[in-house]
């Protein structure tokens, strides 16, 4: 099966699912079969990567909440003007950070439980007219006799530069 299958990446991005049988109806059956299957491969790589990432933007996200607490604590406990107005800063740029953080959460946990496709299939596989498959013997033929034809020109141009010296 491997050695009748081939996945191709195109310039543009777009993969496709080449399969030689000698039935026709089970060349398209197979190669929309594994075109799904990549989609599933994709899918659970990108989905594992996303629940990753929102683990580690909720710890973060922990961890700030911690850091504003021991500013708000802080700032209780400050005796001058000046270090007052610098933890006011300092709370405001954490409190605007962990809006950011819980924005950036909420939207991984929608695309956690969503779970979205990372393949699309533009358009699947139909069983072709004929049957199609690489013609070995035929390319192998052709590359041998050019091959001599090549080889046999550039013996005569040797031998005609041997000859005018």
Do not use: C
């Not at 599933?40 to 850091?67: A, C, F, P």
């Not at 708000?72 to 003007?81: H, M, N, T, V």
Request: glycine fraction near 2%; hydrophobic fraction near 40%; charge should be positive.
């Amino acid at each position: 099966m491997k050695k009748r299958t081939r996945v191709i990446k195109s310039d543009y991005g777009e993969l496709q699912v080449k399969v030689w049988d000698h039935d026709r109806d089970r060349a398209a059956t197979l190669a929309n079969a594994i075109m799904e299957k990549l989609q599933q491969i994709h899918q659970n790589v990108q989905t594992r990567n996303n629940t990753v990432l929102l683990s580690k933007i909720n710890d973060e996200y922990v961890q700030k909440k911690l850091d504003y607490q021991k500013l708000s604590d802080s700032s209780g406990r400050a005796r001058d003007q000046s270090t007052t107005d610098l933890l006011s800063a300092q709370r405001s740029s954490l409190l605007q950070q962990m809006l950011e953080y819980d924005r950036l959460l909420d939207q991984y946990k929608l695309m956690v439980n969503a779970k979205p496709q990372a393949l699309i299939i533009i358009e699947r596989a139909t069983p072709p007219l004929k049957a199609d498959k690489p013609k070995t013997i035929a390319v192998i033929t052709g590359a041998t006799v050019l091959s001599l034809f090549f080889g046999l020109l550039a013996a005569l141009v040797l031998e005609r530069r041997k000859a005018t010296k």
